[in-house]
């Protein structure tokens, strides 16, 4: 089973500012022949199921802010949350199979 | 529109089974697959394994590989977890969540087992 780690495990940041998280897997979750990575990731508000941010690694859902985006390839991924608004107070989890611990975002 | 409806709440003993449902509606049963997903009163989230509405095929992790069954009735467009010998621990939220190449983007609202002597 490939593990999924995520770090920081929380940060603040004020708000307009950027917010960056990281997401390693424990092994390359490259795929051929297209050379996909299908890495996920995920925001969680308290009381509610959690919501699909990005696919693929950096494939906007529908209806997601354009100030979220996604990079990264291999072992190695990135979620950034541009100009972070009080809406995006959340948990963030990135995903290949299995989750990552999950991300805190707070308001600094 | 796509809707997971999960069947409702349930309360175990230790040693016990338990099989949640999730009826699907809104899409083409069988063109996608399905992970079922727990979390823990506040605790992260935890992938039980997927599988294909199409073929039946499930993979699991290692973790749950020998106390979960997962299946799925295309007449019914309905998908099952059973989760056998449960313990204090599987006390969780468990969902149903709509995956097609990892990209899981319709979740259930989810199904709390309580397991308590």
């Known amino acids: 089973d490939i593990v999924m780690t995520q770090s920081p495990d929380s940060l603040a940041v004020s708000l307009g500012e950027r917010a960056t998280i990281s997401c390693k897997s424990s092994?390359?979750?490259?795929?051929?022949?297209?050379?996909?990575?299908?890495l996920s990731w995920y925001q969680q508000k308290p009381g509610q199921p959690p919501k699909l941010l990005i696919y693929?690694?950096?494939v906007r859902e529908s209806g997601v802010p354009d100030r979220f985006s996604g990079s990264g390839s291999g072992t190695e991924f990135t979620l950034a949350i541009d100009n972070l608004q009080a809406e995006d107070v959340a948990v963030y989890y990135c995903q290949h199979e299995m989750f990552g611990q999950g991300t805190r975002v707070e308001i600094k | 529109q796509v809707q997971l409806e999960q069947s409702g709440a349930e309360v175990k003993k230790p040693g016990d089974s338990v099989k949640v449902s999730c009826k699907a509606s809104g899409y083409s049963f069988t063109s996608y697959g399905f992970s079922w997903v727990r979390q823990a009163p506040g605790q992260g989230l935890e992938w039980m394994g997927w599988?294909?509405?199409?073929?039946?095929?499930?993979n699991y992790p290692q973790k749950f590989r020998d106390r979960v069954t997962m299946t799925r009735d295309t007449s019914t467009n309905t998908v099952y977890m059973e989760l056998r010998s449960l313990r204090s621990d599987d006390t969780a939220v468990y969902y149903c969540?709509?995956?097609?190449?990892?990209?899981?983007?319709?979740w259930g609202q989810g199904t709390l087992v309580t397991v308590s002597s």
């Open positions: 092994q390359s979750i490259l795929k051929s022949p297209n050379n996909e990575n299908h």
């Open positions: 599988i294909s509405a199409n073929h039946g095929r499930a």
């Open positions: 969540v709509r995956d097609y190449s990892y990209r899981r983007d319709y």
């Open positions: 693929w690694t950096s």
